[in-house]
């Protein structure tokens, strides 16, 4: 039986509820971070909506007891289950306690997220923190306070694929815009971690604080977050520093999941335990399980409920069979690239490259002695081709495959035909030269048949040398930043050499940051460093190397995974 309300919402709460889910209800995630912080750009905006969603609008009321609450939402149409049990917020009530100097064990602070429909069906809810506060309760200047202030309301967005460097680079990029860290935790009773902000005064919203949501433990992202505030513990740095340490161990369990096929004998839908599963893919049944219970902290799997395991989204990139697989890069760099940076020491001290020192051979030198890791290497590049799906758009690749007469994409070093292939496929008309090694040129063969453009295509064996002229764009993917200056200078110089004088070069790379924020360019900095002697680059520093061989750097713009697409053409005479 369900029980009856003992009194009624305060009108303060209600019109509070009433007004957080209107919101929910009109407003999409683009237009509402342009209006919390008007000073970003279209670029840094876009960066943001691809990696989180507007969730909900929180405000916290305090009923007299839970009924009441329940009957106040079904009033404003939300479909509530009375009996359901509200999730306990440590976060905001930790908040609360701090605030109001309170004990926070008097202070039970839970979260009810009753959904609402978005724009266009989207699935939003309304984040309720309720602390119940009877009639005459020794919490009631306390609840008053709230009321007036509204110190907990704020508007969310969740970070779909939460992972450290992205939550690091989506943090600096609101703190750049004006946004101020405004504390934050972790609730491990629904293991979600949050970070708060405050946007500047005069938001058109009428909220001044933004959370950002991360499924999962991220608590050495928030330690930094908090540090800004001084909030960061010694206990809690400590932990951090550990969580840090055991990098290696992430990587190698990855690549042991991956080695042993893992992945492709998991369901994403159904669980399976250990025993059969250890069956399948020829492993001990207990130290299999031991690994999963690993995974499923860093949310590659999941437990099923029933004593089992399945995959989750993010682990089912590691399947053979996924389209853009990161399965290759789990290989290598769990093997190779593990035990090179092994010898980061040495590359620290001397300079010189932890890959040569470990192998005996440059890293070129040495995969090409070993075709499996030829294999592999290639394989891995292809497996980075998100980065390269906005490309075929460039106004530059665009306009060649608009052109009246025949026009050719020349690709330098194009690997196993990835990128050359999505620009023949989405651009018809043009036609497309991929210039690379010998075995390399096999497999993109292969390529350029799958995706139906092999008449289309011309491979040439050859080294940068033997860059062939007459192209209307030139591609220059992943490269520049396996080689020191020197070597850069000479393979753009080959570039330049062949284009015609209205062509145009497009230079993919990761542009390292010029104001210290987190992106992945400077953990590929230290690979490129450690592995190939190599260095990702600034904008300025690309086009230093261009204008030394006669070509201007026209624009720049991002790509995905951090990257960008850097545009030169032959400097003016």
Request: glycine share 10%; proline share 7%.
């Amino acid at each position: 039986m369900t029980p009856t309300p003992s009194t009624t919402m305060d009108p303060s709460d209600s019109a509070r509820l009433r007004a957080a889910i209107d919101f929910v209800r009109v407003h999409d995630t683009a237009a509402l971070l342009s209006s919390l912080l008007p000073a970003l750009d279209g670029p840094e905006t876009r960066a943001l909506v691809d990696r989180c969603h507007f969730s909900h609008a929180a405000v916290s009321v305090f009923p007299p007891d839970l009924p009441t609450l329940h009957t106040e939402l079904a009033g404003h149409g939300l479909r509530v289950d009375p009996t359901a049990e509200s999730v306990p917020s440590a976060v905001v009530r930790d908040r609360l306690a701090a605030r109001h100097g309170r004990d926070p064990a008097e202070l039970d602070v839970r979260i009810l997220r009753p959904s609402v429909d978005g724009p266009l069906g989207t699935d939003r809810t309304v984040e309720v923190f309720t602390l119940t506060v009877p009639p005459g309760s020794r919490l009631a200047p306390l609840a008053a306070h709230e009321r007036a202030h509204e110190h907990e309301a704020h508007l969310a967005f969740e970070v779909r694929r939460p992972e450290p460097l992205e939550l690091h680079g989506m943090c600096a990029i609101l703190t750049r815009r004006g946004a101020v860290p405004d504390g934050g935790g972790y609730n491990a009773h629904e293991d979600g971690t949050v970070f708060y902000f405050l946007v500047p005064d005069g938001s058109a919203t009428g909220y001044r604080r933004v959370e950002l949501y991360a499924p999962g433990d991220h608590r050495a992202v928030l330690t930094s977050h908090l540090a800004v505030l001084g909030e960061a513990s010694d206990e809690e740095s400590a932990e951090t520093l550990l969580r840090l340490l055991t990098g290696a161990w992430t990587t190698q369990a990855l690549a042991v999941f991956a080695e042993l096929g893992i992945p492709d004998a998991m369901s994403t839908e159904r669980g399976v335990t250990a025993g059969p599963l250890a069956e399948r893919v020829g492993a001990q049944a207990e130290s299999l399980a031991r690994l999963l219970r690993y995974l499923v902290m860093l949310g590659v799997a999941a437990h099923d409920g029933r004593g089992g395991f399945r995959l989750t989204s993010l682990g089912a990139l590691l399947r053979a069979d996924t389209p853009g697989s990161l399965r290759p890069l789990a290989l290598l760099y769990g093997g190779p690239f593990y035990a090179s940076f092994g010898a980061l020491g040495h590359t620290v001290r001397t300079g010189g490259t932890a890959f040569d020192h470990h192998f005996g051979a440059h890293h070129f030198d040495h995969f090409a002695r070993h075709p499996a890791l030829a294999d592999l290497f290639d394989r891995s590049m292809a497996a980075s081709a998100r980065m390269f799906e906005p490309l075929t758009r460039h106004p530059v690749i665009t306009a060649a495959g608009a052109a009246p007469g025949p026009t050719t994409v020349v690709d330098i070093a194009g690997g196993n035909g990835e990128l050359l292939a999505r620009v023949l496929t989405a651009h018809p008309r043009l036609h497309g030269v991929l210039l690379e090694r010998p075995h390399v040129v096999e497999a993109a063969r292969g390529t350029f048949a799958a995706a139906g453009c092999g008449d289309r295509c011309t491979c040439l064996t050859g080294d940068f040398a033997d860059v062939p002229g007459g192209g209307a764009v030139y591609l220059l993917s992943r490269v520049l930043h396996d080689w020191d200056d020197d070597r850069c200078r000479e393979i753009l110089r080959h570039c330049a050499r062949a284009m015609p004088a209205d062509a145009d070069l497009l230079i993919v790379e990761r542009l390292l940051p010029t104001d210290g924020s987190p992106s992945l360019a400077v953990s590929w900095d230290l690979h490129m460093m450690c592995n190939v002697g190599g260095r990702e680059r600034t904008a300025a520093h690309y086009a230093d190397l261009l204008s030394a061989v006669g070509l201007s750097l026209v624009s720049h713009a991002p790509l995905p995974l951090d990257g960008h697409v850097l545009h030169a053409r032959k400097a003016a005479s």
